[in-house]
């Protein structure tokens, strides 16, 4: 936390504000202001309510069951008194924290800024109203605007510092990923887009037409890469608004293409048939050439499996939570640890518990579709993105990695092979902005998953 900058200088600020001196303002401000502070709390995200943009971070449902009761909770404790360096040390923490849960979520500070003029001004009239003296007035209210200003400061502080960190780390994701993994995948696309193209051409020649049957490109092994690792991986080159262009035009060409079928009108659907074959054939062009400028080099991953780190795991997450926010398209966690490692290391060392992290992670990036993320989260634990993805699906995909796992026959140098199990805990994104909390349940599964026996799959409820 002493990282912030300026933190020795708000502990004095705040040292000086919360001092004997003004041990009877701030009794005054706690006794006139905390009767009030659920309408104070109320007053200040309705503010924030009238803004599209915080519209998707703060529902009503949301912000009647939950916050307004953590802001009443705020508006109480910075108007007490703090006399030792401890207390003032823990709330300078708070507001961190709050900072930190604003850069998670993404939550626009300019709103909040204004939002906290509101705040003040809700507080002040509420001092105009108390029968109290001109200069007692004054000084009570001078105080209580240097007490929110300065607890607001610190939340933008930590904000900012947690805002740059993310886009160094999104930036370095981009390069890592784009020397590493991004000429293997736009190669893996191209077969792709001629896969698709195949199943879209073969299904226009049937008498009939099962809509639902018709691949969507958006859903599409090309589609979900884009989607998710390409929008990532291609962030300030100039192919990704050509590939997202494409993908929306040709999504509305197939689209009509399918109800052109079922008219008889030969000459449009030959038409149309054309023009997806142009705009395909343009992109498998655009695909191989971006493939030939890239340079593979091994940098950025962990170095023993090869995996993503989890330095990156909050810049993949803070993009799917937006896709998910914005499109619908939700994402699943699966957190896997290996069961028994440490007995497995201390019995045939720590060379072969490397070959068997190794295993691991050939058979989880095997098991995951290219718009999937696999990280080595830290020891013998693994977290995995699953993007794409409904509920009821997910459960599926973690027995199923968990079953490969057992059923694989993991091999030492000396051909020694062991059976190795894996715990997983699975969490579906439900819609909450801020992704450290579906990380956190996903924990909370695991660690129900090696509670209960190991070798199992929990799912977060």
Same mark, same amino acid.
């Given at each position: 936390?002493?990282?912030?900058?300026?933190?020795?200088?708000?502990?004095?600020?705040?040292?000086?504000?919360?001092? &004997?001196?003004?041990?009877?303002?701030?009794?005054?401000?706690?006794?006139?202001?905390?009767?009030?502070?659920?309408?104070?709390?109320?007053?200040?995200?309705?503010?924030?309510?009238?803004?599209?943009?915080?519209?998707?971070?703060?529902?009503?449902?949301?912000?009647?069951?939950?916050?307004? =009761?953590? %802001?009443?909770?705020?508006?109480?404790?910075?108007?007490?008194?703090?006399?030792?360096?401890?207390?003032?040390?823990?709330?300078?923490?708070?507001?961190?924290?709050?900072? +930190?849960?604003?850069?998670?979520?993404?939550?626009?500070?300019?709103?909040?800024?204004?939002?906290?003029?509101?705040? &003040?001004?809700?507080?002040?009239?509420?001092?105009?109203?108390?029968?109290?003296?001109?200069?007692?007035?004054?000084?009570?209210?001078?105080?209580?605007?240097?007490?929110?200003?300065? %607890?607001?400061?610190?939340?933008?502080?930590?904000?900012?510092?947690?805002?740059?960190?993310?886009?160094?780390?999104?930036?370095?994701?981009?390069?890592?990923?784009?020397?590493?993994?991004?000429?293997?995948?736009?190669?893996?696309?191209?077969?792709?887009?001629?896969?698709?193209?195949?199943?879209?051409?073969?299904?226009t020649r049937e008498k009939f037409i099962d809509k639902e049957a018709v691949p969507r490109?958006?859903?599409?092994?090309?589609?979900?890469?884009?989607? +998710?690792?390409?929008?990532?991986?291609?962030?300030?080159?100039?192919?990704?608004?050509?590939?997202?262009?494409?993908?929306?035009?040709?999504?509305?060409?197939?689209?009509?293409?399918?109800?052109?079928?079922?008219? =008889?009108?030969?000459?449009?659907?030959?038409?149309?048939?054309?023009?997806?074959?142009?705009?395909?054939?343009?992109?498998?062009?655009?695909?191989?050439?971006?493939?030939?400028?890239?340079?593979?080099?091994?940098?950025?991953?962990?170095?023993?499996?090869?995996?993503?780190?989890?330095?990156?795991?909050?810049?993949?997450? &803070?993009?799917?939570?937006?896709?998910?926010?914005?499109? =619908?398209? +939700?994402?699943?966690?699966?957190?896997?640890?290996?069961?028994?490692?440490?007995?497995?290391?201390?019995?045939?060392?720590?060379?072969?518990?490397?070959?068997?992290?190794?295993?691991?992670?050939?058979?989880?990036?095997?098991?995951?579709r290219t718009g999937d993320f696999v990280f080595r989260y830290g020891g013998e634990e693994?977290?995995?993105?699953?993007?794409?993805?409904?509920?009821?699906?997910?459960?599926?995909?973690?027995?199923?990695?968990?079953?490969?796992?057992?059923?694989?026959?993991?091999?030492?140098k000396d051909e020694t092979v062991l059976a190795v199990t894996i715990s997983v805990g699975?969490?579906?994104?439900?819609? +909450?902005?801020?992704?450290?909390?579906?990380?956190?349940?996903?924990?909370?599964?695991?660690?129900?998953?090696?509670?209960?026996?190991?070798?199992?799959?929990?799912?977060?409820?």
């Amino acid at each position: 936390m002493k990282t912030i900058p300026l933190y020795e200088t708000y502990m004095h600020e705040l040292h000086s504000l919360y001092c &004997k001196k003004n041990a009877d303002k701030l009794k005054l401000l706690a006794e006139l202001l905390g009767p009030h502070a659920q309408s104070i709390a109320q007053t200040f995200y309705r503010v924030l309510l009238r803004n599209e943009k915080t519209v998707p971070f703060l529902t009503s449902a949301m912000v009647e069951e939950r916050l307004v =009761g953590s %802001m009443q909770k705020w508006v109480i404790e910075i108007f007490h008194e703090y006399e030792s360096e401890e207390q003032v040390e823990a709330i300078i923490e708070h507001q961190v924290q709050i900072g +930190h849960v604003h850069a998670r979520i993404d939550l626009p500070m300019s709103m909040v800024n204004y939002a906290a003029r509101v705040l &003040k001004s809700e507080c002040s009239e509420h001092l105009f109203q108390a029968d109290i003296s001109g200069q007692l007035l004054a000084e009570s209210q001078d105080l209580m605007h240097r007490l929110i200003d300065t %607890m607001v400061a610190l939340i933008n502080e930590s904000y900012l510092l947690d805002t740059v960190a993310s886009e160094q780390n999104a930036q370095s994701f981009r390069i890592q990923v784009t020397f590493q993994n991004l000429a293997f995948d736009c190669e893996r696309q191209r077969v792709s887009l001629l896969d698709w193209t195949r199943q879209l051409f073969l299904i226009t020649r049937e008498k009939f037409i099962d809509k639902e049957a018709v691949p969507r490109l958006r859903h599409s092994d090309f589609g979900l890469w884009l989607t +998710h690792k390409g929008a990532l991986m291609l962030t300030g080159r100039s192919e990704l608004g050509v590939l997202m262009e494409f993908m929306s035009v040709t999504s509305e060409l197939s689209d009509e293409l399918i109800e052109s079928c079922g008219q =008889g009108d030969e000459e449009k659907v030959k038409r149309l048939l054309n023009q997806i074959n142009d705009e395909v054939s343009r992109i498998i062009w655009l695909l191989g050439k971006t493939a030939q400028e890239i340079i593979d080099v091994e940098s950025g991953r962990d170095a023993l499996t090869h995996l993503f780190n989890r330095r990156y795991i909050d810049t993949v997450l &803070k993009h799917e939570t937006e896709c998910s926010l914005k499109s =619908g398209m +939700h994402y699943g966690i699966l957190y896997l640890d290996i069961d028994y490692f440490k007995r497995l290391n201390d019995q045939y060392g720590h060379d072969a518990g490397d070959l068997v992290l190794q295993q691991v992670a050939n058979i989880l990036m095997q098991s995951v579709r290219t718009g999937d993320f696999v990280f080595r989260y830290g020891g013998e634990e693994f977290l995995i993105v699953i993007t794409d993805i409904t509920a009821d699906q997910i459960t599926r995909i973690a027995e199923k990695v968990r079953k490969m796992i057992e059923d694989y026959e993991f091999k030492l140098k000396d051909e020694t092979v062991l059976a190795v199990t894996i715990s997983v805990g699975a969490a579906f994104h439900d819609g +909450h902005p801020d992704y450290q909390r579906t990380i956190r349940r996903a924990d909370e599964a695991l660690y129900l998953a090696k509670d209960s026996g190991r070798n199992k799959v929990v799912l977060s409820e």
